[in-house]
């Protein structure tokens, strides 16, 4: 699954931004999907996740309650609404194509994008 982020940007803290990730449509709506982040020296991470029906959604800890993952299966769109930014949220945002939960764990089988990148500054 191809896919191409969207919507990053500079935002003071408190501030929200709202991620867009478009996918290959023939595809989108049989897979499950992730966005991830990284910062440099760590491995990427994921941040949430969503069910192919949109039904199921899981959140790293320290965005529960702030970040809220979406789908649009007619227009092949993924989201990720971020509300009261903090200053450990700037990285790079990547989304993911193709995420699958087995042994206990999340995995990311598609490809990235260019991932776009949040910036948390006064």
């Known amino acids: 699954v191809q896919v191409v982020e969207s919507g990053g940007g500079v935002v003071p803290p408190g501030g929200s931004l709202k991620l867009s990730c478009a996918a290959t449509a023939s595809t989108f709506s049989v897979n499950a999907m992730g966005w991830y982040r990284q910062v440099p020296e760590k491995e990427r991470e994921l941040v949430a996740y969503?069910?192919?029906?949109?039904?199921?959604?899981y959140y790293t800890d320290s965005v529960k309650g702030r970040f809220t993952i979406s789908r649009d299966n007619t227009k092949a769109i993924m989201y990720l609404q971020m509300n009261n930014l903090k200053p450990e949220d700037p990285a790079v945002y990547y989304c993911?194509?193709?995420?699958?939960?087995?042994?206990?764990?999340?995995?990311?089988?598609?490809?990235w994008g260019q991932g776009p990148r949040v910036t948390v500054s006064e």
């Open positions: 993911n194509g193709d995420t699958r939960y087995y042994r206990g764990g999340y995995h990311a089988w598609g490809s």
């Open positions: 969503i069910s192919t029906d949109g039904v199921v959604t």
